[in-house]
Structure formats: C-alpha cells, structure tokens
C-alpha cells in the first residue's frame, strides 16, 4: 500500500512541474510551445491512468482553439488543472466522476 502512495506522489509531483511550466509560458508569445507542454500534460496523465486530467487538458487544448487567445481561458484551466492534481489521491472513482464533470461543464 504505501508503494502506491509513494508512487502517486511522485506522479502527482511529475504532473505539478507540468503545469507550472505550462503557467510559465505564454500561450500568446510561443503558441507551440504551450500546445506541446499541454499534450505532455495529457500523455503523462494519460499514461497514469489519471484520465479525467487527461481529459481536463483535451478540453482545455480544445477551448484555446475554439476561443483563441484568452487570458481568462488560460488562467482558469491552469487552475482547474492544478486542483486535479491536487485531488489525484481521493478514491480513484470519486475524483475521476468529480473531474470529468468539470470538463463535460468546461467542453460544453
């Protein structure tokens, strides 16, 4: 048991230095960039099993290209992202059913 706690904190970290290196750059000034981080934040939690993070950033990438450049849309899902990390640990169900109804309210 505490193998996988270790481990969840350890991706939960990896997953942290993402994010804020992805709030460290600006959509506006290197667009590229910014999409390749936001994919690496989804492969990563992809790759975890965290699907609900993954699909919080599909929903994100998606409303930058709906919406464009947004300072709100940006400032907004960094948040959003950073507080799915930080919810990782619960019970996998309870936080995948809480996270993905925030991204089915987001992508709507």
Do not use: C, K
Request: proline fraction near 2%; aromatic fraction near 6%.
């Amino acid at each position: 048991m505490q193998y996988n706690n270790d481990q969840m904190l350890l991706i939960r970290a990896e997953l942290g230095e993402l994010v804020e290196a992805l709030r460290l750059t600006a959509y506006d000034a290197n667009p590229l960039q910014f999409l390749m981080r936001l994919e690496h934040v989804r492969e990563t939690s992809a790759r975890h099993g965290l699907t609900a993070i993954a699909e919080i950033a599909a929903t994100f990438e998606a409303a930058l290209q709906r919406f464009g450049n947004g300072n709100a849309v940006v400032d907004s899902f960094i948040g959003i992202l950073s507080d799915a990390i930080g919810v990782a640990h619960l019970h996998p169900a309870a936080s995948e059913a809480l996270l993905a109804s925030v991204a089915i309210r987001l992508g709507g």
